[in-house]
């Protein structure tokens, strides 16, 4: 508990999967919340329900590859809450499972648009304001796609990669505004998105069973399990840690 107490925070993609528990556990530990989403009904009854329960938390609708949609959203939140804290750029989408020489360029660019604008958009609404406060945690979502090669969705392989290499940039040039800048790499964790993405290569129960068999644990990951990193990344006890990988998908990339 407390371990957030006082400090405002964004998620971006937050209505359900892993940013739907990072917005639940970061509420939790005692951060105000904000949802940042375009599936409105699904941000809304979360924002409900973490407050039910205690905690506090508000929905708002933001497509994060529209840059005039964030700076508005980023700047109601501090003019709403006072200042931000902690952004973390979730949002992301898998995007076509094709070979790159069957990718149409629209395929590739709503990859992008997403996974990579969507976080340069935020990082670059948030800074000014994590600089007149005095510091913030960035933590960005890439993933084992963006560490290791797999021969499935290269727009989504090629997005991770980019953030993850934005993320040591954006750490050594803010490291002075004591705005800390980190990503995360989940193995494969039950969410929609790789429900869906089963759903489109047909078996969904098979297809879970050959990706756990790709886990040395055994099996794909909770969305928790991510939150919980993501949650000390945003905290204080992560106060001299930046520009670094957390990586957490039961030994997928150990091999
Ligand atoms: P998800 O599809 O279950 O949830 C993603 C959320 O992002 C949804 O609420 C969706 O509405 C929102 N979103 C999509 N486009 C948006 C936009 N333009 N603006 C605002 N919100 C938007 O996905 P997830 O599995 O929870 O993944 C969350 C993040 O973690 C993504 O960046 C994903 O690439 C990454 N990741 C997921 C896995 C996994 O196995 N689930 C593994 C590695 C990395």
Not at 18 to 34: F, L, S
Not at 44 to 55: C, P
Not at 133 to 157: E, M, Q, R, W
Not at 223 to 235: H, R, T
Request: glycine letters at 12%.
């Amino acid at each position: 508990m407390n371990r957030l107490r006082d400090k405002i925070a964004i998620v971006t993609g937050g209505a359900v999967g892993i940013g739907r528990a990072t917005a639940q556990r970061m509420a939790e530990e005692g951060a105000t919340v904000v949802i940042a989403d375009i599936q409105d009904d699904e941000g809304r009854v979360l924002a409900e329900s973490i407050n039910n329960e205690g905690g506090q938390a508000t929905y708002w609708h933001c497509n994060v590859g529209d840059e005039r949609a964030v700076v508005g959203t980023v700047q109601g939140v501090v003019d709403e809450f006072g200042r931000l804290d902690v952004l973390v750029n979730n949002a992301g989408i898998s995007g076509a499972n094709r070979p790159s020489h069957e990718l149409t360029e629209d395929e590739w660019d709503e990859v992008q648009i997403v996974n990579v604008k969507g976080v340069f958009f935020c990082t670059k609404a948030a800074i000014p304001h994590m600089r007149a406060s005095g510091g913030g945690s960035i933590i960005n979502l890439s993933s084992i796609y963006g560490l290791v090669g797999a021969p499935d969705i290269p727009a989504y392989h090629a997005s991770k990669g980019a953030v993850h290499l934005m993320t040591k940039t954006d750490a050594l040039t803010y490291a002075s505004d004591r705005i800390r800048v980190n990503s995360v790499h989940p193995g494969f964790i039950w969410t929609p998105l790789v429900e869906k993405f089963l759903e489109d290569q047909g078996d969904v129960a098979e297809g879970r069973r050959s990706l756990d068999s790709l886990h040395p644990l055994g099996h794909v990951g909770e969305p928790d399990d991510v939150a919980w990193g993501i949650v000390y990344l945003a905290s204080d006890e992560a106060g001299f840690v930046t520009g670094t990988e957390l990586v957490i998908d039961g030994g997928y990339t150990a091999r």
